[in-house]
């Protein structure tokens, strides 16, 4: 007997035909077509190099996306390519990747997403641990040697600021670090909902030396193999092939050349990464959302109904010209931030100065409350446009919708953007000496 074609789906309800014109590589020429005269040679250059190595990999790898595969199993591969993370070149490693920087991660990231929106989830975050080691392995050797994990993808990475009693408030921490006589800490307490935590060899932590004080607060890279880490997953079934974390630490010891900020330097370390967190949110959802429009305008141009397309129809092609106008023009301003980002990194040598991170930590909440709300939108509304099609199991559709709606949630929810930003407001106005 004919052994069974693999797929992603239980049972097809999409005839062959248009099941076919939503290919990964259909999806990434709606893409192209419209990014074209947006991005200069060497940005678009980059994403079709992106987008060569997903289409060939999902050949290769027979990928069908499918509720039995399991996208960790991915990362060696991409990380092997350089396909985790442009965010740096990374020379202290011997890397040296010669296209890098947040407008390069945006490319990396639309390809990425359209090729599989979980995985590009679960990547995602391995770049939270990546940003505190980069820029604070001060040449420790284990520093480094964990970073080029990191980076090429011999593990997954994670990031441990969120507590189940602080949720959003990321200061006013519980988990208590005690400095040891010869430069060690001893860590107590508890975090949650921390990204690949289940699934990662080492992640990046804050404690504070006096609870509630963040004023105290001390940064950590922890060997989850030493005794004292405890880990639980904590299961969302909106991302049910993503690792997330609940995390105990039982006076578990980290050794002094693995504390990348003493007791005072954690805060400040924490809100440096502020910035490239909210924005790398921000263009995960901005590619979803191009992931999501893609799908759903294939789909529209080729589905019939009342024997006429049904992108014909006013209330369904009025709907996705407006998503798609809204999307567009975000775009435009995300890209406009990266590339400015990227100038002021080169102009102070690879980094950010204090005053200037802290500057653009309004423009980042901005970006990530305006791209996470429209990704909920338009995740639902394209579905919506798809009828049956957008909801069932034979194509992505299904995790675009569901990863946008813990979108205004991680990284700090939609309120705590607002609350940032209506603080950010009244600075504004008394800068301007009204």
């Known amino acids: ?3 069974e074609k693999k797929t992603r789906y239980m049972t097809q309800a999409i005839n062959d035909e248009i099941l076919g014109k939503l290919s990964l590589k259909n999806r990434y020429s709606f893409l192209n077509t419209n990014l074209m005269t947006v991005l200069n040679p060497k940005e678009f250059n980059f994403l079709k190099s992106v987008q060569k190595y997903c ?7 027979n990928v069908t996306h499918g509720p039995d595969e399991d996208v960790y199993d991915w990362i060696p591969a991409f990380g092997a390519e350089g396909f985790l993370t442009r965010a740096h070149p990374f020379e202290m490693i011997d890397i040296n990747y010669p296209e890098h920087g947040a407008t390069i991660e945006f490319m990396r990231n639309l390809a990425v997403n359209f090729f599989d929106p979980q995985f590009s989830l679960a990547s995602g975050a391995t770049v939270l641990a990546v940003n505190p080691l980069h820029e604070h392995h001060e040449n420790v050797p284990i520093r480094l040697e964990v970073l080029k994990k990191f980076v090429t993808g011999e593990t997954p990475g994670a990031i441990l ?20 006589s010869d430069g060690s800490y001893i ?27 963040g004023n105290t607060m001390a940064q950590f890279l922890i060997d989850t193999k030493w005794e004292g880490w405890n880990c ?29 900020g003493a007791v005072g330097k954690g805060r400040e370390h924490l809100f440096e990464g502020l910035v490239p967190e909210r924005i790398g949110i921000a263009i995960d959802c901005i590619s979803s959302s191009w992931n999501a429009v893609s799908h759903a305008s294939i789909y529209v141009n080729n589905r019939k109904q009342f024997d006429q397309m049904v992108l014909k129809f006013q209330g369904v092609g009025f709907l996705l010209t407006d998503l798609w106008a809204r999307l567009t023009n975000v775009t435009l301003g995300l890209l406009m931030f990266c590339k400015s980002y990227d100038e002021k990194v080169e102009k102070f040598g690879g980094s950010l100065p204090h005053n200037i991170s802290q500057a653009m930590v309004a423009s980042a909440s901005q970006f990530k409350y305006h791209a996470a709300k429209l990704a909920a939108e338009i995740g ?14 034979n194509t992505l559709m299904q995790d675009i919708l569901n990863m946008s709606r813990i979108a205004e949630i991680v990284g700090g929810s939609r309120q705590i953007q607002t609350y940032i930003l209506s603080m950010a407001l009244r600075q504004l106005y008394k800068m301007a000496g009204i």
């Open 380 to 393: 639902y509304e394209c579905a919506n446009l798809m009828g049956g099609a957008g909801l069932c199991d």
């Open 55 to 61: 289409m060939r990999f999902e050949k290769k790898n």
């Open 232 to 260: 639980e997953r904590v299961f969302i079934p909106y991302i049910p092939k993503v690792f997330l974390g609940k995390e105990r630490f039982d006076n578990l010891r980290v050794p002094k050349e693995y504390v990348l």
């Open 1 to 3: 007997m004919e052994e």
């Open 161 to 180: 600021i969120t507590e189940p009693e602080r949720g959003s408030d990321a200061v006013h921490m519980l988990t208590t670090c005690d400095e040891q």
């Open 187 to 213: 860590l107590n307490g508890e975090k949650i909902f921390n990204t690949n935590a289940p699934k990662a060899r080492y992640v990046v932590a804050y404690a504070t030396a006096e609870q509630n004080n």
